[in-house]
């Protein structure tokens, strides 16, 4: 059973900054993209980022866009994601998806075919 694993998460201030990685437990699968999605309390699951592995393209919801920065890690089937200017009252759970099977849904947490258990990030005022 293929796992992805997030780490970095944690408290912050506003404004300040946190770098989330995804690891995958096996190279046994190929990604055509991986993602980050969030989900505060009480809310569904938000489209955060994602890169596409092969191209490099990479696309940002509206609320962070400016702010967060996704990369591929050196390693197959892992992702980094850079988040600055943390704004006062943000607290996500951020969860790390990979997408396996080509289907270009990249915005949709359906779209993709493993989901890593999730990191919390909270942003003190």
């Known amino acids: 059973q293929v796992q992805l694993v997030e780490s970095g998460g944690g408290l912050v201030q506003a404004g300040g900054s946190l770098r989330l990685s995804c690891a995958a437990s096996?190279?046994?699968?190929?990604?055509?993209?991986m993602g980050w999605f969030r989900q505060a309390p009480g809310k569904e699951r938000e489209f955060v980022s994602v890169i596409g592995w092969s191209s490099g393209l990479t696309y940002y919801g509206d609320s962070v866009k400016g702010r967060f920065t996704i990369s591929k890690g050196d390693a197959k089937n892992s992702v980094y994601l850079q988040m600055d200017y943390l704004k006062p009252g943000e607290r996500d759970v951020y969860y790390c998806?990979?997408?396996?099977?080509?289907?270009?849904?990249?915005?949709?947490?359906?779209?993709?075919?493993?989901w890593g258990q999730g990191t919390p990030v909270t942003a003190t005022p």
């Open positions: 998806a990979a997408e396996t099977l080509g289907r270009n849904s990249w915005f949709l947490k359906d779209g993709y075919d493993f």
């Open positions: 096996d190279d046994t699968f190929s990604s055509y993209a």
